[in-house]
């Protein structure tokens, strides 16, 4: 009995979660009302409560008339510090939460177009077995179309256990329903960068360059107390070789962010660039399928050349929204990596 009680505590967060959970609205969310439930994944709610801790142990602190000056910057350290992370979790549950609402929307799409493509062999193996009967074709054309086929058929099957999983992943992950889940809002896919100058000055924020800061702050504060009055002059050296320990430690972790940063940066201008070419060649298959359609309306072309016509432009279609999708990630990616806030992408 003792050991069961000393676990509720522990539990009843978990089972107020699980409470939330079964609560939630059994609708298709919107791509924001989804990244909204990053506040109840697990590592945001610790990181939370973390906060909370470093939040009471610096009011402690700073109402204790006996704390020392080290005593207080530490605390006040831990708050700035849990902060961050804070902040660095719940940018990485959007991306996770992204990532997985992304995923469905191209799984629907994906199975769509497989679907298409199986009823487009159908009516291939139907024209093939006419024109055999009719001697227009042969034994193999037959064959050809068999084993079209039956691969769009295990194409199809594999797109469905796609969705199906991709489905089930999302509804995991935030608990909402995947069907019929809209488009990702244009003004997500609208955000810019700002300037780089800025991007890399917010790098102060992020929880590693933070931390590495903090350390030379405290290393710093820690020679200060020491009075060449009293102190021994071996304590002195080793306080300073430990600033400046402190500072390579900061100047090498600040080389690192920033060249990280830069890789991303460059990430999310190839995504941009990507969608651009995406999405002239969606605007050529659109013409194309324009044309195509009055040609068929005119008798000039079979209504199969037309279908296969209208795959090539659901397919075109798909890899438009796959670029879309591809830029929304590589910004989410940005901010969680590094720390870094972008506005529009960092509250929900």
């Known amino acids: ?46 990181a939370r409560l973390d906060l909370g801790d470093a939040e009471r142990a610096l009011e402690r602190t700073l109402a204790d008339p006996a704390a020392l000056r080290l ?14 992370q804070l902040r660095a979790e719940r940018f990485g549950a959007y991306t996770d939460i992204a990532s997985a609402y992304v995923q469905v929307l191209e799984a629907r799409s994906g199975r769509e177009l497989a679907q298409d493509a199986a009823l487009l062999a159908e009516r291939g193996l139907e024209i093939a077995r006419i024109r055999l009967e009719r001697g227009a074709g042969t034994e193999l054309d037959v064959r050809d179309a068999e084993t ?16 199906a999983l991709a489905r089930r992943s ?13 488009p990702v809002p244009g003004e997500l896919l609208g955000t810019q960068l700002p300037d780089e100058d800025v991007l890399y000055e917010r790098l102060d924020r992020a929880p590693t360059l933070l931390q590495a800061a903090q350390g030379v702050a405290l290393a710093r504060t820690a020679r200060d107390l020491l009075d060449p009055a009293y102190a021994p002059a071996r304590d002195i050296e080793s306080a300073e070789l430990s600033v400046a320990q402190a500072r390579e430690g900061l100047a090498e972790a600040r080389r690192g962010l920033e060249l990280q940063l ?10 941009r660039d990507a969608l651009a070419v995406a999405r002239d060649a969606l605007d050529n ?4 399928d324009d044309v195509d359609r009055s040609r068929l309306e005119a008798g000039l072309i079979a209504e199969i050349a037309y279908d296969q016509t209208r795959l090539a432009t659901a397919q075109a279609r798909l890899s438009a929204m796959q670029a879309e999708h591809d830029l929304l990630l590589a910004l ?9 806030p972008l506005e529009g992408l960092d509250g929900f």
């Open 1 to 46: 009995m003792i050991r069961t009680l000393a676990l509720r505590p522990l539990l009843a967060p978990f089972a107020a979660f699980l409470a939330l959970v079964a609560t939630l609205p059994a609708y298709a969310a919107t791509l924001p009302e989804a990244l909204a439930t990053a506040d109840q994944r697990t590592g945001v709610v610790t």
């Open 71 to 84: 005593e207080r910057l530490q605390a006040e350290q831990a708050v700035e510090l849990a902060t961050a």
């Open 148 to 163: 079209d086929l039956a691969g769009a058929r295990g194409d199809l099957a594999s797109a469905q256990q796609g969705e």
């Open 170 to 182: 999302f509804t995991s992950l935030t608990g909402l329903e995947a069907d019929d889940l809209p």
């Open 262 to 271: 830069r890789s991303l940066i460059d990430r999310v201008a190839a995504a």
């Open 285 to 288: 298959a659109r013409e194309r």
């Open 332 to 340: 989410l990616r940005l901010q969680s990596e590094t720390g870094v």
